[in-house]
């Protein structure tokens, strides 16, 4: 599995490429690094967050953001110009092409699993085993919002906090 981590002391966001066999996960650019929970995948079965250990995870399709949005806006540029050539025909026919292949790209691209706590994505086979995890659901998005909220007041107050359950991010 792979998994796309923000660290938590400068916020860059890094790669590991198999998590299992990685076993720590080291910010590509200020160096601070952690182990990660690797006993939370058995049998190559994802059981919660690698990187916070909290269970609370979300699927989402792993599409780039805004591409089905401009698929949609040059098919209706495409469609227009058609439209006024006076091609009826051709206009319908684009504007359900790129409807089509809208939703041809969202029943290919696999989903990713993210950790409602620390934003964690997850990839590869073995991250969302039997349909543990579900879409997003806002009440609980909101939970880990205020949390994320609350420590950014209170790191810029100059204190050092994680969340409770998380362990401390240390220097390698
Ligand atoms: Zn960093
Ligand atoms: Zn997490």
Redesign the pocket.
Known sequence: MELTFLCPNCGVVNHVQSLEAAGRGACSKCRVGRSLHCELVEDGQLRA?P????TDLYVQKDFPQGLGLFIVIVGFVISTIFWYLVMPLFTYLVLLASALVDMVLYYRVPDVTI??????QIRGAGSNPENRFHPFDLAVGERYRQERLRIEELRKRGGNVEPSS?PLSSPP
């Open positions: 967050c990187w916070c250990a909290t950790c409602y706590r620390c934003l964690s998380s």
